[in-house]
């Protein structure tokens, strides 16, 4: 797999770990088959850079899984997951009848996906699409079954600090000609001032060095939708309601203090 893939192998294997914890965020059964010995390995990496642990993943896929309950619960029932990596959301999650999931990823990370799961059956109509981002994926996730005319939720998690500031405009501009009214888009973002911040400099190392740089960061999340009604949400303070982050959020009026950002915007 080239660099950006194998960033899926490292948050299965923390997806794993997190499934083994007494006080787990959520429990993910697919995870260590799916991360294999190579996702352990970049995270043995992750953690020896990252000498704080910050669960940002963690709190991250939990906060995706309630998201996705929300929409499921409001009627929902197609859902399009981009550069889908080794998650397993359409196997491990309680999906209501008739619940497609299409997930997109390079061809590679699909047939790998394939190979680990074997014959283990899906919870929903799992539709799985071996195309990269920069194609003409809108017209083969039509040719696949996908009906722009029904409320879609989208998931675009892990995604965008490895894009270009004009592939990411372009990737919600495209997310936004596909959905009716009533859709859903579940994106994270790097803030601009964390990407600036000095403690996050041992982690941006490794990822340059691993092949797969964080290069976009945004301190206005919700105008990536601009004609969405978004809830914007400082990951630090759902990661402290949990109890699970280790320092206190920065103050909501304290401007350019470093965040990440939790997207749940609404057409």
Same mark, same amino acid.
């Given at each position: 797999?080239?660099?950006?893939?194998?960033?899926?192998?490292?948050?299965?294997?923390? %997806?794993?770990?997190?499934?083994?914890?007494?006080?787990?965020?959520? !429990?993910?059964?697919?995870?260590?088959?799916?991360?294999?010995?190579?996702?352990?390995?970049?995270?043995? %990496?992750?953690?020896?850079?990252?000498?704080?642990?910050?669960?940002?993943?963690?709190? %991250?896929?939990r906060w995706y899984d309630e998201a996705l309950a929300r929409a499921s619960a409001s009627g929902v029932r197609q859902y399009v997951i981009l550069s889908a990596g080794m998650d397993a959301r359409a196997y491990r999650l309680q999906?209501?009848?008739?619940?497609?999931?299409? !997930?997109?990823?390079?061809? !590679?990370?699909? !047939?790998?996906?394939?190979?680990?799961?074997?014959?283990?059956?899906?919870?929903?109509?799992?539709?799985?699409?071996g195309m990269n981002l920069a194609e003409d994926w809108p017209r083969q996730l039509e040719a696949c079954g996908f009906d722009r005319t029904a409320r879609t939720a989208w998931v675009v998690e892990g995604l965008l600090q490895y894009l270009e500031r004009a592939m990411v405009e372009g990737l919600f501009a495209r997310i936004d000609s596909l959905s009716a009214a009533g859709s859903v888009a579940l994106y994270d973002v790097v803030g601009q001032s964390l990407l600036d911040a000095p403690p996050l400099a041992t982690t941006l190392q490794m990822m340059r060095e691993l092949g797969a740089p964080w290069?976009?960061?945004c301190d206005e999340p919700a105008a990536l939708l601009r004609d969405w009604v978004a809830d914007v949400t400082d990951v630090a303070v759902v990661g402290n309601a949990w109890k699970r982050w280790p320092f206190p959020p920065a103050p909501a009026d304290r401007r350019g203090a470093p965040r990440g950002y939790l997207v749940e915007a609404r057409k």
């Open positions: 797999m080239n660099p950006v893939a194998i960033t899926g192998l490292l948050v299965a294997a923390i %997806r794993a770990e997190e499934s083994k914890r007494a006080d787990r965020l959520f !429990e993910d059964s697919f995870a260590h088959t799916l991360a294999g010995d190579e996702g352990r390995a970049a995270l043995a %990496r992750y953690r020896k850079a990252d000498g704080s642990s910050t669960p940002i993943i963690e709190v %991250r896929t999906w209501a009848a008739g619940t497609r999931v299409f !997930e997109i990823d390079q061809a !590679e990370v699909i !047939e790998a996906k394939a190979r680990a799961l074997g014959d283990t059956a899906s919870a929903c109509t799992r539709v799985a699409i290069i976009f960061g």
